[in-house]
């Protein structure tokens, strides 16, 4: 069974934000919640995780609802680089690195 | 700094045949991995080295598939002889041993495997 699930693919205006969501309802107290992106052709890119409070670095915010049941990543100004498949991915605190589970993802599509 | 770099990034290969992919880590990561995502498929876990030693293979398909990392530096991945389903690309990552696993990886670009 999937732990998150995620739209197939999303589409994005130049320089304005990207909201990209992800449920993961049965996501345990001590399980994160990490945002990865592939740009076409290249490695997997890890951009952000938390656990309960909302969190923000250089590449994008991470809203995490109050039951975490779901997130939202943000990407507050999309440039046409941020076209990517993005992955949400629910991650026990001290787990292994067969646990990294990538699924489908989303197709972000940023548009001129 | 650099990063995590693979090689080759494109290899193609007749079936029966041998075919060895390297990847060098971010100086200083002591923690190595190796994915893959076959044609249509998901990306994978294959397995996860800690300096030289297999902290988990449990991804790794078959034993037609041989990972090593002898002296805790680059490592590489063996596949033996090939098969049409082991067409894919072959991602490396690593991330520093401190603090344990924490799911932060820096990825490679990853090889690319043909297998006709």
């Known amino acids: 069974d999937a732990k998150t699930t995620q739209p197939t693919s999303m589409d994005c205006a130049e320089g304005r934000a990207a909201n990209l969501p992800c449920n993961h309802s049965t996501i345990s107290g001590n399980e994160y919640v990490y945002w990865y992106r592939q740009i076409h052709s290249q490695g997997p890119q890890y951009i952000i995780h938390g656990l309960k409070n909302n969190e923000t670095n250089e590449m994008a915010s991470l809203i995490i609802t109050e039951d975490r049941k779901s997130s939202t990543l943000i990407l507050p100004h999309a440039t046409l680089r941020d076209t990517a498949v993005y992955y949400c991915?629910?991650?026990?605190?001290?787990?292994?690195?067969?646990?990294?589970?990538f699924g489908s993802g989303t197709q972000l599509t940023v548009l001129p | 700094e650099a990063g995590v770099t693979q090689f080759p990034s494109h290899s193609v290969i007749e079936k029966g045949q041998t075919v060895t992919l390297r990847c060098d880590p971010i100086s200083g990561h002591d923690n190595l991995y190796w994915y893959r995502r076959v044609m249509g498929k998901e990306i994978k876990f294959l397995l996860h080295?800690?300096?030289?030693?297999?902290?988990?293979e449990s991804g790794m398909p078959n034993n037609r598939f041989l990972a090593e990392r002898t002296g805790g530096t680059y490592s590489t991945l063996k596949v033996q002889p090939a098969e049409l389903e082991d067409s894919g690309v072959y991602f490396c990552a690593s991330s520093q041993l401190a603090g344990g696993f924490t799911g932060e990886l820096f990825f490679g670009e990853g090889s690319r495997l043909t297998v006709l």
């Open positions: 991915i629910v991650f026990l605190a001290g787990g292994s690195a067969r646990q990294l589970t």
């Open positions: 080295f800690v300096k030289e030693s297999k902290q988990d």
